[in-house]
């Protein structure tokens, strides 16, 4: 069974555990620090976010070149471009919110990455970081990136609301309708619903594949969603900046299309303007998961069909629960667990009434979390794999932020061409389909594992990029700044580059050849010494422990 | 939503185009049109290329009933989406084939095409992953390995053999997991020679040091009980590239030979067809052909690709995006089997020794919704090759008897393909074939 009862005590190894799982992981230094404070108040803070000081990451994110997009050019001969000033390389991020439409799906995954990197709010990141993988919505098709950054938004500022409310915002969120086709779904009259979105909502979203539903199911919540759509304001639309004779929406907001009128919003999702939106939503009732819902009228400030949707988690409750357990455990402790460890865990989110923040702490407290059997057990996804490297081997954000030009990670450069993420696995925001990317051990093939090498040699050999004429590292390293203490042993070098990295344990005959490989002879901590480091923490990060977290 | 007339506007030049792709592809071996010509007997060294219909495939959009009960049928059902037969190539019992499914007209009328209509399992799944697992499984309850992955693990060499199976896709398709045995995945033509792929712009210093102390730990078992299981699991995924990447079928620098191929494929520019829009058609499927000719020309020792061409869930969009998905896949089969014919390998021709089998998880709803079609059940799968008999195989679902959720019911199972190719394509022994299924199949007349 699933110990949820939480722990008591914890060591500097169970607060890397945790960094690892709930973060992107803790320097020595960070983890000490945090083993140094009870573990019950010590996670919460950590879920909650508070007792951190986010104002140094905010000015950062505000001003550090976390700016502009050098590729877009200025068309005085459309209306609505803007001329933007080009920032150059290695750090050209854009902004978010009202200029999020200016990205490119690259600098969108640079600027997720510079966030998941350095935000002291690393649970946050991660929490979106799952809820997108689990809500996965593709660029390929929304082609919208100011849509595309504003459900990753919503999946850090809800990502520990009730599950019943964040499945709402994802329901009528503008991405999602585009991605699942909710903005097709008519079923007015005889008009024979889109059942695209109320399949997958189910399957993909709250209960899992014929876990608790039928066929009829599914048609009668089509019919429930139809017409959930969205609407925009005419100063929304801009340019796309990569085809500047579209335009698309820098923002909107839901809006059932169900004949009524639609002011002060004057655009229709796909760009008409009228005063009133199309009627595409069902009359009458539905039935749905054994309960019949008027989905015409509306009370307690739900939207037209809300009330069905919300039945998901009343109706099927278990369910629900089960499938979210499966997910939570998969990403956070193991993809090994037991019937009755899953039963524990279903039973824990119910009585918790799905608050995923209740959820996330019982579940992150717990005895069963940091079981050692569960310690270095899942294979880690290549965006949180190279994040937290980057976390252990870059400067932090003090010192980053202070350099000139700022130590940052070529992140614009890291996602764009052939050392990419698409390559090791996990194209952020662009998954293939809409059930994301399966984890654990599928993150493993052939291909990931020869990109995953290519990201550590990116990671620890100081690999540089040229781009504008001017040559950039893609992850700017100093390596005596990885040593707080000058290593006097090749087993002092491997001790802390391993308390850095934190690979599962290596066998102890292949460290052996490491250490006689790179050190033939005397050491003595020179240049030469410094660069075999380098090579060791390559070996590290492409070696199988090292895919592990 | 786009209407015969204007698809007819957009084609514009549609008689210089269709007509002008056998003059492209007409040039080579034995593409073009013509008239039927016997299958080739099964080569000694066959190929077998497996293309991956991503998406559920509305098969009614491209082999549309064109006569008897299910026509009208279909008509009603399809109230805005049907296929007029204006727009068909008569196939015979009542089967029409889309013009827009390109280049297949043409291999139809060669009699290289088997096309089994009605593919399905007893027990269908109308979700994507679930079905997707099943088609991959060879199965009709989820669970264990991929029925080409089981083929590897009774197959390959155990210690060899690491190109014998492979994937131009990024991903590993359950389809292709074995036992012991997987697949590579191959997604470039160049990098395959340590350290080249490391590192863009700077020497690698100390090369084989790094190489060594990576396989020593490639080597290795890993000494903790909790991550022993992942460790392997990680360490089998990079052996399996360490050893590809260490092959010799690979030429000096890594990479195969620079191929330039016989024919124009889907995406080139002067391809004659293009979208409805007239922008060209995607080369996601014919860049995937283009690698496995190449691969295949440079004397690569692969028996079973594997490639995909995502896109066809059309719930909607559907008077769109499935032409243009039509135009993709058939153009680009076609091309292939035209360029492989300029490649000469000990064993014969290219085009000789490879069988194209495309699958999809699932057809879609006979009732069209407002602007297209949702899941179903009863496929379209299709094999051609010049050692397949051509024609239709399986039976034509009856429109008139759907079941409860207005899907066709299957008329063939799908594990019958997956027979009749593994011995008497793969030439495994009809026991053996029999093991691998679970069950023996009754085998389809087209090997």
């Not at chain 1, 429930?224 to 923002?251: I, Q």
């Not at chain 2, 995924?237 to 590809?244: E, I, N, P, S, V």
């Amino acid at each position: 069974m699933a110990v949820l009862t939480a722990i008591s005590a914890w060591t500097v190894a169970d607060v890397q555990h945790f960094a690892r799982r709930a973060g992107f992981g803790l320097t020595p230094e960070d983890a000490a620090t945090l083993a140094g404070q009870a573990p019950g108040p010590a996670i919460d803070a950590w879920i909650d976010g508070t007792a951190l000081d986010p104002a140094a990451y905010q000015a950062a994110a505000a001003t550090a070149d976390v700016v502009l997009e050098p590729q877009i050019s200025a068309n005085t001969t459309v209306a609505g471009s803007v001329d933007v000033p080009a920032v150059q390389p290695p750090h050209p991020f854009l902004v978010e919110g009202a200029d999020a439409w200016r990205n490119s799906l690259n600098t969108a995954q640079a600027l997720t990455a510079w966030r998941m990197q350095f935000n002291p709010y690393a649970f946050q990141e991660r929490m979106a970081l799952f809820w997108h993988n689990l809500f996965a919505t593709g660029w390929h098709k929304v082609n919208n990136a100011a849509l595309m950054l504003k459900q990753y938004q919503t999946f850090r500022t809800l990502g520990l609301a009730r599950f019943d409310d964040l499945l709402v915002a994802v329901s009528q969120d503008p991405a999602m309708a585009l991605w699942l086709d909710s903005v097709l779904n008519n079923a007015a009259g005889t008009k024979v619903a889109n059942e695209n979105y109320a399949r997958e909502v189910m399957e993909l979203y709250s209960l899992g594949a014929d876990n608790g539903y039928n066929q009829t199911d599914i048609t009668q919540l089509a019919r429930a969603l139809s017409g959930w759509s969205f609407t925009y304001a005419e100063a929304d639309l801009k340019v796309n900046p990569a085809n500047p004779s579209s335009k698309y929406p820098a923002d909107a907001r839901f809006r059932v299309y169900d004949g009524s009128a639609i002011a002060p919003d004057t655009r229709l999702w796909y760009g008409g303007t009228a005063t009133t939106s199309p009627n595409m939503h069902a009359t009458g009732t539905v039935s749905y998961l054994g309960q019949t819902f008027d989905v015409t009228t509306t009370t307690g400030g739900l939207a037209k069909g809300e009330n069905a949707l919300r039945s998901i988690l009343t109706s099927r409750g278990a369910n629900c629960a089960q499938f979210l357990a499966r997910r939570l455990l998969t990403h956070f402790v193991t993809a090994t667990y037991s019937a009755t460890d899953l039963a524990d865990v279903q039973a824990m989110i119910q009585a918790a009434g799905f608050d995923l923040r209740a959820v996330l702490k019982t579940l992150l407290k717990s005895q069963y979390f940091f079981d050692p059997a569960n310690r270095f057990a899942l294979a880690e996804g290549p965006v949180s794999w190279t994040v937290r490297a980057a976390r252990m081997l870059c400067p932090p954000l003090p010192a980053a932020s202070s350099a000139t030009p700022p130590a940052y990670p070529a992140w614009r450069l890291v996602t764009n061409a052939a050392t990419t993420f698409d390559q090791a696995g996990m194209k952020l925001f662009d998954p293939t389909g809409p059930n994301g990317w399966k984890e654990h051990t599928a993150w493993l093939n052939s291909n990931t594992m020869r990109y995953r090498g290519r990201l550590a040699a990116a990671l620890a050999l100081a690999e540089t990029r040229s781009f504008s004429g001017a040559t950039y590292p893609l992850f700017p390293t100093t390596v005596t700044a990885w040593f707080p203490t000058a290593p006097a042993t090749p087993q002092d070098v491997l001790a802390r580059l391993t308390a850095l990295l934190q690979p599962a344990p290596l066998p102890a005959a292949v460290t052996a050849e490491w250490l006689a490989a790179l050190w033939p002879s005397a050491f003595a901590w020179d240049a030469a010494s410094q660069a075999k480091a380098r090579e060791l923490a390559f070996l590290i990060l492409c070696s199988p422990a090292g895919q592990l977290y | 939503m786009t209407t015969r007339r204007d698809f007819l506007q957009t084609l514009g030049a549609a008689g210089a185009t269709l007509a002008g792709l056998s003059a492209c592809g007409g040039g080579h071996g034995n593409g073009g049109t013509g008239s039927t010509q016997p299958p080739i007997a099964v080569p000694t060294s066959p190929i077998l290329v497996i293309v991956n219909i991503d998406g559920g495939n509305d098969w009614l959009s491209m082999l549309p009933p064109n006569a008897g009960a299910n026509l009208g049928i279909y008509q009603t059902k399809r109230a805005t989406l049907q296929i007029p037969g204006t727009q068909q190539t008569d196939l015979g019992s009542g089967v029409g084939l889309n013009t827009d499914f390109t280049g297949m007209d043409q291999l139809h009328a060669l009699g290289r095409v088997a096309w089994i209509t009605g593919i399905g399992m007893p027990n269908p799944n109308l979700s994507h992953f679930t079905s997707i697992d099943l088609w991959g499984q060879g199965a009709t309850v989820p669970a264990g390995n991929g029925w080409l992955g089981r083929f590897a693990d009774t197959a390959f060499n155990p210690t060899g053999d690491v190109l014998r199976g492979l994937t131009v896709t990024a991903d590993l398709p359950i389809m292709l997991k074995g036992a012991t045995r997987s697949y590579v995945s191959i997604t470039g033509s160049g990098g395959y020679v340590y350290p080249a792929y490391l590192l863009s712009s700077s020497p690698v210093a100390d090369a084989a040091t790094l190489e060594q102390g990576w396989a020593a730990a490639l080597a290795a078992t890993g000494p903790d009980p909790a991550s022993a299981a992942a460790y392997q699991a990680a360490a089998a995924a990079g052996t399996l590239f360490y050893d590809a990447q260490n092959n010799p079928a690979f030429g000096a620098g890594g990479s195969l030979p620079s191929r330039t191929p016989a024919v124009l494929y889907p995406g080139d520019k002067g391809y004659p067809v293009t979208r409805l829009n007239g922008s060209a058609l995607s080369s996601t499927l014919s860049s995937q052909f283009k690698l496995i000719a190449q691969m295949i020309a440079a004397g690569l020792p692969t028996q079973v690709f594997f490639t995909r061409l995502s896109g066809w869930d059309t719930h909607s969009n559907q008077a769109t995006d499935h032409p243009n998905l039509q135009r993709t896949l058939g153009g680009s089969i076609k091309a292939f089997y035209d360029d492989l014919a300029s490649i000469t390998t000990p064993s014969g021709t290219a085009q000789d020794r490879v069988m194209i089998l495309a699958y999809s998880e699932f057809g879609r709803r006979v009732q069209e919704n407002s602007s297209g079609t949702d899941h179903g059940t009863a496929g379209l799968s299709f094999c051609v090759g010049r050692a397949v008999k051509g024609g239709l195989y399986g039976g034509y679902p009856d429109l008139a008897n759907l079941d409860a959720n207005g899907n066709m019911k299957f008329t063939t199972d799908f594990r019958s393909l997956y027979a009749t190719v593994l011995d008497r394509w793969l030439g495994q022994a009809t026991s053996t074939t029999d093991t691998l299924l679970g069950a023996s199949y009754p085998r389809l007349g087209f090997l």
